[in-house]
């Protein structure tokens, strides 16, 4: 079911086919695929803050964005607090040279003189950019989204005319699609996916959600990041909202086909193999869903062929290794499941707690922890435990990694970590 020729979905600024090597860059949330792969990533199996760190950097302010990287540039992005006695907050992308970890660019795109009240498990800087040769996209969900020149660090537009209401913060990230960027405005409010363009800002198609909601508008919010998918000559945007997931045109904002379900303030980014979409609801009826992708309008009925609702994950996102999907709980329950039926094929528990995506490198699983704690588990049902390393500081922004080098990004530094 799952080999080196399968056509997979890859949300980097266009779809290619996924050959599971090591690549260059790490363009947005979850890298080139949109699923956390490294595969062929000689990264190291075993590290802290000596051992294989290249270089360690502070970044002022906090945010749990992933680092995204492009040749020679990692970028992140960050809320840095003005004043201690004011509540002012400078909204800022920050531009590293990858080899040294020197500042070559801080930029402050936004500032927010009286910033709303966020989760306590948030910050204001969550949204991972996205990148490409020429540029870096920045977006803080209401508070703005802005484009900037990689090379020289200039502003070449911001949009902040995409108010809503988070309710918690922002969390979901954008993906880049040919000449789009492509957003997800999932708020108490207002629920709706829109498309800028790369070289302007300007609105090019903006969907409203279909999903009927209830009447308490704290359960129509939704956090997750949408996933770029190719099946049969066609693209889907399949992105999760509160209720319902959709699968959409990334060009027009067409809606294709979706699902119902019971469930809000989604976190976790959808995964697919060559037939089936797998989505975790949120909470209220937290479950993970195995769709088979095709038809048309409410597939709901016809298409969900299993599910599963025992320790599914409302933060981390799952991961597909072969004919196995993994996921990781904030708890620390990891959890293997067979693609095909969803039948468990293992369990265990970790210390800890977990916010960050898993990403699949070396044949190992990376996982994560609150506390520092990177867990390597084997990619198979027994899940044995490889490895355990400790940096210092907390960790909720996923990894990131290019070439030879893995990125993690703690509330306090961004480390380059390669064998040496």
Known sequence: MWNSTIALLVSSLYLVSVTFASEPNWPQFRGPSGQGYAVDAEIPLKFDEETNTSWKQSIPGLGWSTPV???????????????????SLSLRAI?????????????????????????????YASPTPVIDEQ????????????????S???ILWKNADLVIEHQGGPGSSPVGYKDLIILTCDGANEQYVTALDKKSGEIRWKTKRSAPLRENNITHRAFATPFLWSREGIDLLISPGADQVHAYDPSTGQEHWHVRYTGFSNVPAPVANETHVFVCTGFYETQLLAIRAEGRG?????????????SVSTVPSPILVDNMIFTINPGGIVVCLSCETGEVLGKRRFIGAYSASPIYA???????????????????????????????????????????????????????????
Not at 69 to 87: F, H, K, M, N, S
Not at 303 to 308: G, K, L, R
Not at 374 to 389: G, R, T
């Open 362 to 420: 070396n044949d190992k699983l990376y996982f994560c922890s609150e506390e520092g704690k990177v867990s390597l588990i084997e990619a198979d049902p027994q899940m044995e435990l490889v490895q355990v390393n400790r940096l210092e500081g907390r960790i909720k922004a996923s990894p990131a990694v290019a070439g030879k080098a893995l990125y993690l990004r703690t509330d306090t530094d961004l480390y380059r970590i390669e064998n040496q």
């Open 135 to 150: 540029n870096v996209y920045c977006h803080f969900g209401t508070f703005g989204t802005a484009a900037i020149e990689r």
């Open 298 to 310: 409410d597939i709901t009925e016809t298409n969900i062929d299993w599910t599963y609702d025992r």
């Open 95 to 123: 531009g590293l040279e990858a080899t040294s970890g020197k500042i070559l660019h801080e930029i402050e795109l936004f500032r927010l003189p009286n910033p709303e009240k966020i989760h306590d498990d948030n910050s």
């Open 69 to 87: 990287v492009w040749g020679d540039q990692i970028w992140v992005t960050t809320a840095v607090r003005l004043e201690e006695t004011e509540p």
């Open 152 to 154: 020289t660090g200039k």
